[in-house]
């Protein structure tokens, strides 16, 4: 399997720009998770979905970030409009739940600068 | 909520040594506890889980112990090597069941040869 494929890599925007991040989880897994990594809070669970349907968006900053799953290959986070302090590493992950817990799989990340 | 603490100077040892790491949790029991490895520029990577009644796990050379009681895991490398330097992050399950796991900031281990 090609594991948790992200895009783009990097972005270097300007502030007030839309932003959109890509992931295509793991064929068969069914949760899909948006995480963001900065050196000062680490990695923040920013929201996650359960067979496509979002389950828990407490951890999402505030109304400029929305996250959709619209099928079971394919998961966009868009910010908008972007600000500085938006910058950091953004993971998408997956898994498969099972009763012996929760193992995440994490893509290799989208390195988001707002300028 | 759960409060994870992780050592957030970096552990610096010399190769051949054995390497801990510890993982410090407030509140609410978990039923697991992972360890993942991080390195840089790259996504976590899952090593080991173990479940709130282990009290051990052992995978190759790494270690991990779950003392429920003390609200702590350690995570050993045995022999240590400088390819096992990168940052390593305990992350526990939310409470509620939902097996969602809370990640730790991470320790940064470096292996001097």
């Known amino acids: 399997d090609a594991g948790v494929i992200q895009s783009p890599r990097h972005e270097v925007t300007e502030m007030g720009q839309e932003v959109t991040l890509r992931c295509k989880p793991i064929s068969g897994h069914d949760y899909l998770f948006w995480y963001r990594q900065t050196m000062m809070r680490g990695l923040e669970l920013l929201i996650y979905f359960n067979n496509n349907v979002p389950i828990d968006d407490s951890g999402m900053p505030e109304d400029r970030f929305s996250a959709k799953m619209p099928n079971a290959s394919f998961s966009t986070l868009k910010i908008q409009p972007s600000e500085p302090r938006d910058s950091a590493v953004y993971f998408c992950?997956?898994?498969?739940?099972?009763?012996?817990?929760?193992?995440?799989?994490f893509g290799e990340g989208s390195w988001l600068t707002v300028v | 909520s759960q409060k994870i603490e992780q050592n957030s100077e970096a552990l610096n040892i010399q190769e051949g040594k054995t390497a801990t790491l510890t993982c410090n949790y407030t509140?609410?029991?978990?039923?697991?506890l992972q360890w993942y490895r991080q390195d840089p520029g790259r996504g976590p990577v899952f090593l080991l889980l173990i479940r709130e009644n282990e009290k051990e796990k052992r995978k190759e050379r790494l270690k991990v112990t779950f003392d429920t009681t003390l609200k702590q895991s350690l995570f050993h490398i045995t022999a240590s090597q400088p390819a096992d330097s990168a940052t390593y992050l305990c992350a526990l399950d939310r409470p509620g069941g939902s097996y969602i796991p809370t990640f730790g900031r991470g320790t940064s281990l470096i292996v001097h040869p």
């Open positions: 509140n609410y029991s978990p039923a697991y």
């Open positions: 992950a997956s898994s498969l739940m099972s009763g012996s817990g929760n193992t995440i799989y």
